[in-house]
């Protein structure tokens, strides 16, 4: 062997070496976002929940950053769905409420919309969709396959979620025949984590909106069990969710919050399994307020925690959500945030990490310094919501200040009552009349915030 030639092969060699190693150090992290249904921030015992225990998200939040003032894009579904795949507040985003489609679905997502694993797919990612999608029917244009997701697996329309043993759910476009004594959770995470297993040598962004714990409280018998022992008061008592009745409701719903936080924990043994832990970012948050349907008692369980009101208010208790994100090595453990956030700001933050240009015209800010302890943290000038039933209504949070305009219906200057929700955090002291200018600003950014949308309007605009 010639000097020259074993020099060579020896440089070949440690290139061979030092190349997987610097892959390794470039590799983009794979992303899980797990967004609960109707969760209400005080339904997490690492957020104050007495009445039972969640111990594998306790566990997300002990070795990552838990949120305070994080809200949701909507109080109710459809519509913060929306906001997450376009990092767009309700102002602006294409879907602002529940408009159902007959027989199947809701109103869809416009083609032309920009969405948050669109972005993802042109960095490289595989990107999936496990839960309720509830942005477009079957085939249209916003259906998830439409929308940038490569795999879809469950409830396509979110009127078909109301009952966990359905008859059908969707693979994909194929609508698949089901007995209706199946718990359709089970399917859902079985799916989602076989893409992981499926995806564990490429990024990928596994989307897990799951249905719990939405009404129908429906849960398997082994979970509820031990709460119908913990809560006899409610032994008799029975809660009625379309079309169907299930006797003591806050048994099931505690059962329904442990399964939710078992199946979390089955994702996160996943990762560790195919050592994807690492290199993987995990989310968890909610899609607006605790609800008080199907006889849920959120009353009973402090589930909306120190806030007022449920799912369909503008007040904190109707869109503060719980807010958990780990990270190993990128996001301090047991760290606790207050930077006021919003579901808008996943996508321009997501994109960050994932090394995909963020879109110009977003409504969102990437937390990205928040998350990683470095650069500064861009901050909003004020948080914007809207919605169009039980008369209209809109709010802003600006700083320490809310301002929440209801009964719109007929009259676009409505009160606006404002609250200081860092002395008053649960918005019962309307300081109204002693800060003029401040409603003179929020009344000038609902002005600016709104855009009009053929779909969802004030009724007052319908005149």
Not at 348 to 359: R, S
């Amino acid at each position: 062997m010639t000097k020259s030639f074993a020099i060579l092969l020896l440089a070949f060699f440690t290139l061979g070496m030092f190349v997987p190693a610097a892959q390794a150090e470039t590799k983009k992290p794979n992303i899980v976002y797990i967004l609960a249904d109707d969760l209400g921030i005080g339904d997490l015992s690492c957020y104050g929940q007495q009445k039972f225990e969640t111990p594998s998200i306790d566990r997300l939040a002990a070795e990552g950053m838990r949120f305070t003032q994080h809200y949701s894009g909507s109080t109710v579904c459809a519509p913060t769905r929306s906001v997450l795949m376009t990092g767009l507040h309700t102002g602006h985003t294409p879907v602002r409420g529940n408009a159902e489609v007959k027989p199947v679905g809701q109103q869809p997502i416009p083609a032309e919309t920009v969405t948050l694993p669109e972005l993802l797919k042109k960095a490289g990612y595989v990107t999936g969709a496990f839960g309720k999608w509830g942005l477009g029917y079957p085939g249209s244009e916003g259906d998830p396959l439409n929308q940038g997701f490569d795999v879809f697996y469950g409830y396509n329309c979110q009127r078909n979620a109301h009952t966990y043993y359905p008859t059908w759910l969707y693979d994909n476009d194929k609508k698949i025949e089901l007995d209706g004594k199946t718990y359709s959770h089970d399917l859902i995470m079985d799916h989602a984590l076989q893409f992981i297993r499926d995806n564990q040598d490429k990024p990928f962004f596994c989307y897990l909106p799951i249905t719990i714990p939405h009404a129908a409280m429906h849960v398997p018998e082994e979970y509820s069990e031990p709460f119908r022992k913990k809560f006899p008061e409610f032994e008799n008592k029975q809660g009625k969710y379309a079309g169907t009745t299930v006797t003591n409701p806050v048994a099931a719903f505690a059962g329904m919050c442990t399964k939710m936080d078992e199946d979390v924990g089955r994702v996160m043994h996943l990762l560790k399994e195919l050592n994807l832990d690492d290199n993987t970012i995990v989310m968890f948050t909610s899609d607006n307020g605790a609800h008080q349907e199907g006889g849920h008692n959120p009353g009973f369980f402090d589930s909306n925690g120190p806030y007022r009101g449920y799912k369909r208010d503008l007040t904190d208790g109707g869109i503060r959500a719980p807010f958990i994100v780990r990270w190993p090595g990128h996001v301090k453990p047991g760290t606790t945030s207050d930077l006021i956030s919003a579901h808008w700001d996943v996508l321009p933050t997501l994109c960050q990490l994932a090394g995909v240009e963020v879109p110009k015209t977003l409504d969102g800010i990437s937390m990205v310094p928040t998350l990683t302890g470095e650069g500064e943290q861009p901050k909003h000038d004020y948080l914007y919501w809207e919605f169009f039933e039980r008369g209209g209504r809109r709010a802003v949070r600006m700083n320490q200040w809310k301002g929440v305009q209801n009964d719109m219906t007929n009259n676009p200057d409505a009160h606006i009552a404002l609250y200081n929700i860092e002395e008053d955090i649960d918005e019962s002291d309307d300081v109204s009349e002693k800060h003029p200018e401040l409603v003179a600003q929020i009344r000038q950014i609902f002005d600016e915030a709104h855009t009009e949308n053929d779909r969802f309007k004030f009724k007052f605009e319908q005149k």
